[in-house]
Each structure stands twice: as structure tokens, then as C-alpha cells.
């Protein structure tokens, strides 16, 4: 029947729209361009990223050096390449591993409500009066050092954040009657939170989201400089910022450019998200 | 009458003095400094393939009589019988049957429906949930259910934003009767619409309840539309029912000094006749202290001294028609 033809033709569509969103596309783009660079640093880097020279060290940008050398003579463009690795899979992993254990958090709380919804949000308050580093600082005590460690350090941290931004419009959407027409037909609980609350609340989260990815690779930044993440020389673009700090008037080509390259990449990500919650939004997919 | 539609013994739907008091918490230790009243010994009954209009004023408490049923709320008091079962004790998979049972319609087309879910899926949902036919099969059935409330089933793949009130009135609707339900709740479903479009969905519910022999409860506070919808109305005034009838009995004959300033609301379309109306001096007063006695008593043209101190009870008329006032005793 003709019906069956028409619901398929349905399924096209998100991708239809992706297409023509230039937002999402552009960033999908640069994203792809950072990822490959991540993956291909060890043979598109002209030096090695840890070879130190003295005779060369702060070296303005030139062309053996397209974008200098920080204070031991290592090759920045090349420690900026090396550092998209570190960076961009902690940017992005522990955000999204707080986005779907605070997310998570923050629905059931809203959505439960009563005394459970109480604790939950209480535990959340208490984690989230501690500064982004402090937190991170007492995690790794407890976790230990390592990248993985630093990942899930993070997404702790980031965890309360998205719990806290989730839970406001669940009290909102769970009073909408689309919920109780759910719990009229019998759907679970846990479908409601799925099927009805989570696509409602997406949006504003995904936004913010992306935008906190740029602090997650800075906050790895300062973890790493206490000696809580990254050991230092292996690159990264948060501790390239942090060392280079001292020498901004004198050699700014250390953080500028390491600099670029978070900002660069926090523009793609949000864009990405900008795009995904137009692209989602029924009301604004032509 | 067909022989299944002839009730034996029970009644579908049997509501026992239920009351549902909402706790009014002030402070830090969030203490309960009072309750609010909203139904109060609530008695009603639907029959098979009967229509109930439950009316009365906002506030009254006559949505959450039908959120109690639909076990939206938890009663604080009394009991609901579906089919003689009490189904505030029930166990989760007699809850599956019950949802199977009593499926409702809400007042506001525009929040019933998940935005973010295609009118196909929401319509198919309950087949889903219930596991009733196999996926390939529900897009069939979604598409009987458009032909049945006069949507095309070509909508399918569409959002609820790109449907006017009336349509997706219609989709609920469909939703409504995809389970086959016994008994549908209708809270005030076209009183958001307009009223050409509200004489299109109350006679498309006409239908339906003929060809799937349903039972409604009709909550509204539009009298003209119950008056049509209706075979015995209920009229509620501030979380209590204060008179039953058949529905040509209670406008020809009604009893309760409420009820009849409540239908002399009614307009008539006859411009040369002069109809004395009955206008209700002050306010409906607050359910969290509903006044002593008959809860209409300072309102009440008709007010008697025991009107204030004592509350009257339902009483008989004749065997269509209860009210509970004290000039009828």
C-alpha cells in the first residue's frame, strides 16, 4: 500500500536536512580535518614533537620552523599536531561521558521527582559548589593519573553540570499531557524518559555541551600542570598554552597557536551541535 | 438494545465516595498547613455503552475525578471499580490490562501530542507497548485509524506542529481508540477547538461509540455540547456532585438550585424570547475551606438555616434522577 512508501520516504529525511544545513556541515567538516590530523600526526609532523634543540629554542616562526619552537627547541607545529591527540579524545570523551551520566541524572531526578529527585539534586548542588578544578583535583586523588583516568575524572566533573541543566526542563516537559497520554497508553517509565523527555530536553544540553568541550581541553590543561593528567612532554594544547603563558610578549607563536587550534575546534564542535538540535527539531526541518 | 450491550449486574465503570485532597506544604520542612479539597465523596457510575457528562465550573474538580481514574493521581480516599475490580490494588501486569481498558482524551490538542515523535508513531504507539501486532503490521493499522477519524493516512510521516487543533484532536482520538478500549475520558476534548470544528469531532465520537460500542465519561463545562454527547449527566460544584439525571430529564426538570442557574447560562437562539437568568452572586469558594454544610449554601438563591449546618446527601427522585439538596428531602 501507498502508505508504507510514504512513512519510508520519512527515514531520508534527517539526512536531507543534514545536507542542507551549512552550519552543521561546515563544522562536520573541520571536525573530520582535526580528526584526520589527530590520526596522521606521526607522519605529517616535520620534527619529532619531544626532540629537543638547544641551539634553536624560541625560534620566531620560519621555514624549517613554520610556527617556531617553544624553550627546549621543539618544533611547535609539530607539538600542536601530536597534541590534537590528547586533546581532542578528552575534549570530547569526558564530555560526552558526563553529558549521558548527567543527563541521565538530571532526567530521573526531574522525572521521579519526590524524595529521590531531593537526593540526587542535594548530591549534585554539593559537587557542583567545588570549581571545575578542585573536583577534578580530589577525582584524580582518588582515580589516580593516566589519560583514561583524566577521561572519566572529567566526565565526572562535567557529570553535575548536565545534571543540573537537564533537570529544569524535565519539571517542565513530564507536566506537559503528552506524558500523561504515554502513561494513559501504558508506555514504561523508562520509555517515557527515552522516547518523550529526553528529545524534549536535547537541544539546550547538546549546546552547552559542545561549548564545554573548549573547557574540558583547558581544564586538562591545568590538571596535567599539576601533575594530576598528561605527564609533561608528551604535547598537549592545554599544557602548550600553559607553558607558553609566561612568554606572551616575548614568543607568542607558544600558546597563539595551540590557542587557534582549541578555538578552531570548539567552533566546529558547537556548530555541529547548532546544527544537530535544528536538524532534530521537527519544527524547523523543512 | 443488542444482547452484549445489555449490562448484567455491575456497572463498567463504579467511582465510591473518592477524594483527593492535595497537601498544601509551606516552609522549610515543607509542612503540610492544609489541603485542598479538590474531590470530596465523589459517587458516579458509567454503564456500558453509556455516555456520563460530568459538568461544572473550573475548579470544580471534575479533571481530577478523571485523573484519579485514568490512576494519573492516587486517591486519598474510596474506591474505582472497573468491571467490579478494584483497581486501586492492582499488580503491574492487571495495570497493562487495565491501560488496555480506559484510554482518555485530553482538553489541549496542543500539548498532547510529543512534538518530537511523527503522528504515525504516536498513533502506533500503543501497538507497541502492548505488543499486539508485529511492526510490519502497525503502519496498516495506523492507516485504518486515520480513515476512521477522517485524517488522510498519506499524514503519517508528519510532525504534530504541522496539523491544526481540530486535526490533532482527531489524533488523539485515533490514539484513544487503537487499543479498543472499554471506556474512553474525554477532559473537556473540544473545548479548545472551534465550533464548527467542535459538531465535527463530537459527531465523529458519536460514530466511534457506535461502532466500537464504547463507554465515555464526558468531562466538560460546556452544557449545550454535554447535552448532546450525553445520556446522564452529573453536575459537580466544588468537588462534589449534587445532582444526577438522564439527560432530557436534568434540562427539562432540574432540581438543584445550582443546576438551574447553570443551564439558564445556556444561550437560545431565539432573539424575541426573554429568558430569566439566573445569575450566581460571588465567587466559587476556595476548596481548602469549602464552606460549612451544603458547600453551595452562600451562593444559593434558595438557602435555608440547615442549609449551613448540615450537608445533605443524595437523594432519589425517581429512579433517573438524584440531587442532593435539602428542598428536595
Known sequence: MSNTRILEEGKGKLWRTFKKNKTALVGTAIIIIVIAVAILAPWISPHDPLEQNMVHRLKPPDRTYPLGTDEYGRDVLSRVLWGTRVSLSVGILSILFGLVVGTAMGAVAGYKGAIVGSIIMRMVDVLLSFPVLISGILVVAILGPGMDKLILTMGIVFAPRFARLAYGPTLVVKEREYVDSARIIGVSNLRILTHYLFPNIFGGILVAGTLWVGTAILTEASLSFLGLGVSPPTPTWGNMIKSGIDRLTTAPWLSIFPGLSILTTVLAINMIGDGLRDITDPKLRI | ?329
Not at chain 2, 485532597?21 to 454503564?47: C, E, M, N, Y
Not at chain 2, 501486569?93 to 511523527?118: C, G, I
Open chain 2, 1 to 329: 438494545m443488542s444482547e452484549e450491550l445489555i449490562f448484567h449486574g455491575e456497572h463498567l465503570l463504579d467511582v465510591q465516595r473518592l477524594k483527593k485532597f492535595f497537601p498544601i506544604k509551606k516552609g522549610v520542612f515543607r509542612r503540610t498547613v492544609g489541603w485542598v479539597q479538590a474531590v470530596d465523596g465523589v459517587s458516579l457510575h458509567v454503564d456500558k455503552g453509556e455516555t456520563l457528562g460530568l459538568v461544572g465550573e473550573s475548579g470544580c474538580g471534575k479533571s481530577t475525578t478523571g485523573k484519579c481514574i485514568l490512576r494519573l493521581l492516587e486517591p486519598t480516599e474510596g474506591d474505582i471499580l472497573l468491571e467490579g475490580k478494584n483497581i486501586s490494588a492492582i499488580n503491574p501486569s492487571e495495570m497493562k490490562q487495565f491501560r488496555r481498558k480506559v484510554q482518555a482524551v485530553f482538553q489541549d490538542p496542543y500539548s498532547s501530542l510529543n512534538p518530537r515523535m511523527s503522528v504515525g508513531n504516536i498513533v502506533g504507539e500503543p501497538f507497541k507497548v502492548h505488543d499486539i501486532h508485529p511492526s510490519s503490521d502497525i503502519r496498516e493499522r495506523v492507516a485504518d485509524l486515520f480513515k476512521k477519524v477522517g485524517l488522510r493516512p498519506e499524514y503519517m510521516s508528519r510532525y504534530p506542529h504541522e496539523f491544526s487543533g481540530g486535526q490533532r484532536q482527531r489524533i488523539g482520538i485515533a490514539r484513544s481508540i487503537a487499543l479498543r478500549p472499554d471506556l474512553i475520558i474525554f477532559d473537556e476534548p473540544v473545548s479548545a477547538l472551534d465550533v464548527s470544528i467542535q459538531a465535527q469531532v463530537i459527531n465523529l465520537l458519536d460514530d466511534l461509540k457506535q461502532e466500537f460500542k464504547l463507554s465515555y465519561l464526558f468531562i466538560a463545562h460546556d452544557l449545550s455540547v454535554v447535552e448532546h454527547v450525553s445520556d446522564r449527566i452529573a453536575v459537580m460544584y466544588l468537588g462534589k456532585i449534587v445532582e444526577v439525571a438522564k439527560d432530557t430529564e436534568l434540562y427539562s426538570n432540574p432540581l438543584h438550585p445550582y443546576t438551574r442557574a447553570l443551564l439558564s447560562a445556556i444561550p437560545i437562539p431565539e432573539p424575541k424570547q426573554k429568558k430569566k437568568r439566573i445569575i450566581l452572586q460571588g465567587e466559587v469558594p476556595s476548596p481548602i475551606n469549602p464552606p460549612s454544610g451544603c458547600r453551595f449554601h452562600p451562593r444559593c438563591s434558595e438557602a435555608m438555616k440547615i442549609c449551613k449546618h448540615e450537608e445533605p446527601i443524595m437523594s432519589a427522585i425517581d429512579h433517573h434522577h438524584q440531587v442532593s439538596c435539602f428542598l428536595y428531602r
